[in-house]
């Protein structure tokens, strides 16, 4: 039994120049609760000068931001005080919660000199109990990041949240969660069993794997059968490879723009906070 319910290909979804495919959510998966949204930018090659990323102030409550820097850079800005510059194989966690306002944008050294970009941001729900929490923002660099290798140093992990293979995530997560960026060599392996009452959030980011026996390309998101599921990734190709899992919430989600809430008058009140200044000043 391969245990792959079905493959989402990344739909191409171009922000001005920056190259953008997303395989959630489209009209045949609208989640892998709690996972809620991806965008998986470039790779691409900036030329000198450039305007870089493209995403000024905007604001967010009610989820969660994970963003994997693995080209170029990103500079991150927030109405919390929070600043930082985070550079290749670097990682930035963001809780929204009760609300902010934050812009990512490239640093002015990558827009003065160009180069190469590839980054992705994963949104995470939160539960209903924890919508309002006060906001959060951690931005570790690669070298601040635990990792360990696995089949003979061909797979590198590093571990972002949870515990794997003994050794604990760079972040303190909200809710339960298990998540990975697993660098893979040409024809290294690993297993790992995701117990049954996980949603498995598996998105290819480069090269291609075969995944319990079937040959997945780059730009893929590999929903899984529910229950317990025994993974056996070989990489065909070097790869990259984000995994999570976590417990579903089983909660409604009204998702409009930037606010993630549980009911319809939830996203009518994150409007009325954010035009009456709750979400904190921009003052950058």
């Not at 170029?72 to 990682?91: A, K």
């Not at 998540?179 to 498995?200: C, H, L, R, V, W």
């Not at 990259?240 to 009911?263: C, K, R, S, Y």
């Amino acid at each position: 039994m391969s245990q792959i319910k079905k493959i989402h290909p990344g739909e191409y979804r171009p922000i001005a120049d920056l190259i953008t495919y997303s395989p959630m959510p489209t009209r045949q998966l609208q989640q892998i609760d709690p996972f809620i949204f991806l965008n998986h930018h470039g790779f691409q090659t900036y030329p000198a000068p450039n305007n870089g990323l493209p995403f000024g102030p905007h604001p967010h409550r009610g989820m969660e931001t994970v963003t994997f820097i693995l080209e170029g850079d990103i500079m991150h800005l927030d109405s919390s005080g929070h600043e930082s510059v985070i550079g290749p194989g670097g990682v930035q966690y963001m809780t929204a919660g009760s609300g902010l306002i934050h812009s990512e944008v490239s640093s002015s050294e990558f827009k003065k000199n160009g180069g190469d970009l590839e980054i992705l941001q994963l949104w995470l729900n939160l539960p209903a109990k924890l919508k309002m929490t006060d906001p959060l923002y951690v931005g570790l660099q690669k070298e601040e990041i635990p990792s360990f290798t696995l089949d003979e140093g061909k797979v590198t992990v590093q571990q972002l949240f949870g515990e794997w293979n003994g050794v604990k995530g760079a972040f303190k997560e909200s809710f339960p969660l298990t998540m990975s960026t697993i660098y893979i060599k040409e024809g290294g392996t690993f297993k790992k069993q995701i117990p049954a009452s996980d949603n498995i959030f598996f998105y290819i980011v480069r090269g291609e794997l075969k995944v319990n026996g079937q040959s997945v390309p780059f730009r893929n998101l590999v929903e899984f059968e529910s229950g317990e599921v025994d993974l056996e990734v070989t990489a065909s190709s070097d790869a990259i490879l984000i995994l999570g899992h976590a417990q579903p919430f089983n909660e409604p989600m009204v998702a409009q723009g930037p606010f993630v809430m549980n009911t319809e008058e939830e996203i009518h009140q994150a409007y009325e906070d954010y035009r009456n200044g709750k979400f904190g000043s921009w003052n950058h």
